[in-house]
Nanobody, 122 residues
Framework: QVRLVASGGGLVQAGGSLSLSCISSGDTFSRYNVGWFRQAPGKEREFVAATSWNNGIAEYVDSVKGRFTISRDNAKNTAYLQMNSLKPEDTGAYYC???????????????WGQGTQVTVSS
């Protein structure tokens, strides 16, 4: 079992940048594919980005392509989400997640961290 703790959220103006981190503990981090999801007020949680266990595969929701970059450092048991050119519609609680199966990760991951709030002002 893997435990995830997300951090790095905050308040930023539109056009700004934030970097989120997701630190893992428990089971071997490199066994897991890792992703980020977000949930805006009044909306369902949605997939944002995912990376495979070795950074070999990355997927993004269309709305963040070219602006967000997901990465991981297995030696530090940490995954990252670099968010640039932020827009007000990026506002929400961001959650990191993990699963041993990449296809499962992007739809219904087995493990979740707590959310970290990102607020983008216009």
């Amino acid at each position: 079992q893997v435990r995830l703790v997300a951090s790095g959220g905050g308040l930023v103006q539109a056009g700004g940048s934030l970097s989120l981190s997701c630190i893992s503990s428990g089971d071997t981090f490199s066994r897991y594919n890792v992703g980020w999801f977000r949930q805006a007020p009044g909306k369902e949680r949605e997939f944002v980005a995912a990376t495979s266990w070795n950074n070999g595969i990355a997927e993004y929701v269309d709305s963040v392509k070219g602006r967000f970059t997901i990465s991981r450092d297995n030696a530090k048991n940490t995954a990252y989400l670099q968010m640039n050119s932020l827009k007000p519609e990026d506002t929400g609680a961001y959650y990191c997640a993990a699963d041993e199966n990449f296809a499962v990760l992007v739809s219904r991951p087995s493990y979740w961290g707590q959310g970290t709030q990102v607020t983008v002002s216009s």
